[in-house]
């Protein structure tokens, strides 16, 4: 072993989000509290195509990765191709095209968006939708890219009043 490679290679699972279910995490968002710490990766899926292709990279990944669950999402079935795949970290996804306002969420915030967007869509509104996927790290380019094609941006996310990772975003806009 080399000493001076240290292997942290680590997955930890953990729940999210509002219910009634879910010990210590009954009605959090711990994100942003992870999304401070240098090393760690911070990921949070939305479908469960993403969800397999991030687990796939989170347990190759030779730095400890904290993996988001929201547990609103629990139960919702999708696509998911049978073939080796991942996705990799620090990179957004583009759930929707739209010229109007670019909205930024991640996790159980992706479908809620996509509901509101299809109600915006009947008012005239097109909405950009970027799913983040990958908190820490995050696609900044992706959220420069999006932000510059609207000039207006919504970030979506269950969180804490203050210190939450939509600050974050908003800043790296700014």
């Known amino acids: 072993m080399n000493p001076d490679r240290v292997n942290l290679r680590v997955v930890i699972r953990l729940p999210s ?35 397999k292709g991030l687990i796939k990279a989170a347990i190759r990944d030779d730095n400890p990765v904290m993996f988001i669950e929201h547990k609103m999402l629990y139960g919702v079935e999708g696509y998911v191709p049978d073939e080796d795949y991942i996705i990799p970290f620090g990179v957004a996804d583009v759930k929707r095209e739209g010229s109007d306002v670019t909205v930024f969420c991640y996790g159980a915030m992706v479908p809620v968006c996509s509901k509101a967007a299809d109600q915006a869509a009947e008012k005239g509104i097109e909405c950009h939708i970027v799913d983040l996927r990958t908190l820490l790290p995050l696609d900044e380019e992706a959220v420069l890219e999006a932000a510059k094609k609207t000039g207006r941006v919504v970030v979506v996310h269950e969180a804490p009043v203050s210190g939450g990772l939509g600050a974050e975003i908003i800043a790296t806009v700014m």
């Open 17 to 51: 989000g509002g219910g009634t279910r879910g010990g210590p995490f009954h009605a959090t968002n711990p994100e942003a509290w992870f999304t401070c710490v240098p090393g760690l990766k911070v990921v949070a899926p939305a479908t469960v195509h993403d969800a």
